[in-house]
């Protein structure tokens, strides 16, 4: 028998395909779900080969699931951006059988190591980014609000994204021109300034001199009964 698999956000499909290790055969679909009608139409046309997957409109804190219906859920930096995260826990954990699991993967930005022979630029621009989402420590406080509730956490993994060179398919050059462009949209930064920024870590590419690092946190709960 197959297991139902529910992702509360479509978001993952920006860095994934659907693939037959992820949606593998089952009788009822594998819901996505978003509240952006742009992104669940790209993950509709990515995921199109695959007839059990299935998107949604809806919120991480209020899931057009049914109760105790998912086997499992999956849920890929969508809690960062939430203000009621226990609230989206209880919401999702709902839709999780007992026994079932709910995997919740987020960075932790207090993890982030950003070389620049301007730091004070470089604070400006983290400053300014750090408003883009609710909470950049989410990780650190799941396990106790897991526990609070009574469900059990299993395992809690760290994975650090380091990078002595700009890859041009790396987390940093992703960052670089994300937020050069919030920066200057929400008139934080002059352009000017973020464009010397991102010319700057461009340079110390050139020269050897770029250095990167961030944790993305995974945190593995197992719902109780």
């Not at 059990?52 to 999956?74: H, M, Q, T, Y």
Request: net charge negative; glycine share 6%; aromatic share 8%.
């Amino acid at each position: 028998m197959g297991h139902r698999l529910l992702k509360p956000s479509s978001r993952w499909t920006r860095g994934q395909s659907c693939t037959n290790n992820q949606v593998g055969p089952v009788k009822s679909g594998h819901p996505g779900i978003d509240p952006s009608e742009d992104m669940t139409a790209a993950a509709r046309e990515r995921c199109s080969d695959y007839a059990n997957v299935e998107f949604r409109a809806g919120a991480a804190n209020s899931l057009p699931i049914e109760d105790e219906s998912a086997d499992k859920a999956v849920s890929v930096q969508v809690f960062e951006y939430i203000e009621d995260v226990d609230g989206a826990l209880s919401d999702t954990l709902r839709c999780v059988k007992p026994g079932g699991r709910l995997v919740i993967s987020d960075l932790h930005f207090g993890s982030l190591i950003w070389f620049s022979d301007e730091p004070d630029r470089m604070q400006k621009m983290l400053t300014s980014w750090n408003q883009h989402f609710v909470s950049g420590s989410v990780p650190e406080r799941l396990p106790a609000l897991i526990k609070a509730r009574g469900d059990h956490v299993e395992d809690v993994l760290s994975f650090t994204m380091t990078d002595h060179q700009l890859r041009p398919d790396g987390l940093a050059i992703m960052m670089m021109h994300l937020m050069k462009q919030y920066t200057v949209a929400n008139d934080h930064v002059d352009p000017a300034v973020a464009q010397s920024w991102f010319d700057e870590q461009l340079s110390l590419a050139r020269t050897g001199r770029f250095f990167f690092s961030m944790t993305q946190f995974v945190v593995v709960v197992r719902k109780k009964g």
